[in-house]
């Protein structure tokens, strides 16, 4: 199975700010990585698609980079609804493989 | 409008044969492409992709779950349904359908909760 590691596991930051999360996977995906937003209570919202897609109805503040192992989701100018948790998910090869999560505070 | 729909029994005791439904609308599984996958986790935790079924007909399982594991669909294309057997504590969680279609997973269900205990 690929493995993805997801960092970091948790981060706090300010309204106006700009945070980036990283998965790395344990082999090259090419680019079949996509990022997910989490509420609480609610199923996961496909933000990135193919490493660096947006998804329709997405706000540009969010984007996506990366290729071969290492990816990477960036936030620009962070807003108050951008408190969630972010997944990145490898579809590059069964079994599909989550990373374990990053928990996006807002201060 | 693509909707997708989780159902369980809610609870089950240990051994027990777990049975999801998923049932769809706004969309058809036999358009080529189309696949709806069944993924699970755990409250607190990340999500563990579980299972599909493509519009061919065609099954892919988690190998750690492989032996436990049955999906299947209807001939209307409008429902799949996973079978877990001998389910313990560790099968609790919330279980998701998803729909994916050009290469990823775009609509999701709401998710059924599912608790194993005795």
């Known amino acids: 199975d690929i493995q993805m590691t997801q960092s970091p596991a948790s981060l706090s930051a300010s309204l106006g700010e700009a945070v980036s999360i990283e998965c790395l996977a344990s082999e090259d995906i090419y680019n079949n990585l996509a990022w997910y937003q989490q509420k609480p209570g609610k199923s996961p919202q496909l933000l990135i698609y193919y490493a660096s897609n947006l998804q329709d109805g997405v706000p540009s503040r969010f984007s996506g980079s990366g290729s071969g192992t290492q990816y990477s989701l960036k936030i620009n100018s962070l807003e108050s609804e951008d408190a969630a948790t972010y997944f990145c998910l490898q579809d590059s090869e069964y079994p599909y493989t989550f990373g374990a999560g990053t928990k996006l505070e807002l201060k | 409008q693509v909707t997708l729909k989780e159902s369980g029994p809610g609870m089950l005791q240990p051994s027990k044969t777990l049975s999801l439904t998923c049932s769809f609308s706004?969309?058809?599984?036999?358009?080529?492409?189309?696949?709806v996958s069944w993924i699970r986790q755990p409250s607190g935790k990340s999500l563990e992709w579980l299972a599909a079924i493509d519009w061919d007909g065609d099954e892919y399982y988690n190998p750690s779950l492989k032996t436990r594991l049955t999906v299947s669909k209807v001939t209307s294309n409008t429902q799949i349904f996973l079978k877990i057997t001998s389910v313990d504590i560790a099968d609790t969680a919330t279980y998701y359908c998803a729909r994916r279609f050009n290469y990823y997973f775009d609509y999701w269900g709401q998710g059924v909760m599912v608790t194993v205990s005795s």
């Open positions: 706004g969309f058809s599984l036999s358009t080529s492409g189309m696949v």
